[in-house]
């Protein structure tokens, strides 16, 4: 996972020490990975429940993600939201999501990138 947003930030040229937080579906809230890199870097953890997730329009739907999930997007809606929070002006996606497969390790990382507007 590490890996995955170390090369979304390079390749995009983004701050890392500018990440808030990691969002992402209720369902993966007790995910070890996700934990342990929240609590090593300390970011903040947020989850949002598929309901929740499904209200945001995104740039790249998923059938396959609906399908699963229960929404057309995870990485993307998470992201919108999460920056969103708290704040009246809004997100704004600045990085669609990203999928990761590496060779050595089972599963999947998708990373998206969102920011707060600012007045």
């Known amino acids: 996972m590490a890996i995955a947003i ?3 930030f390079q390749k995009n040229l983004l701050d890392e020490s500018a990440i808030a937080g ?3 579906i209720d369902t993966k809230a007790l995910d070890i990975a996700l934990g342990e ?3 090593l870097r300390n970011w903040l953890l947020q989850t949002f429940s598929a ?3 499904a209200t945001v329009a995104v740039p790249n739907p998923s059938a396959i993600i609906t ?3 229960g929404t057309p997007s995870v990485a993307e809606a998470a992201a919108i939201l999460a920056a969103a929070k708290n704040v009246q002006l809004g997100a704004k996606l600045l990085v669609p999501k ?3 497969r590496l060779s050595a390790l ?3 990382v998708t990373v998206a990138v969102a920011e707060a507007m600012q007045p």
């Open 106 to 108: 089972p599963g999947v």
């Open 37 to 39: 890199i929240c609590q």
């Open 22 to 24: 990691i969002a992402t």
């Open 51 to 53: 309901k929740e997730l």
């Open 67 to 69: 399908k699963a999930t």
């Open 98 to 100: 990203n999928i990761f």
């Open 6 to 8: 170390e090369e979304v």
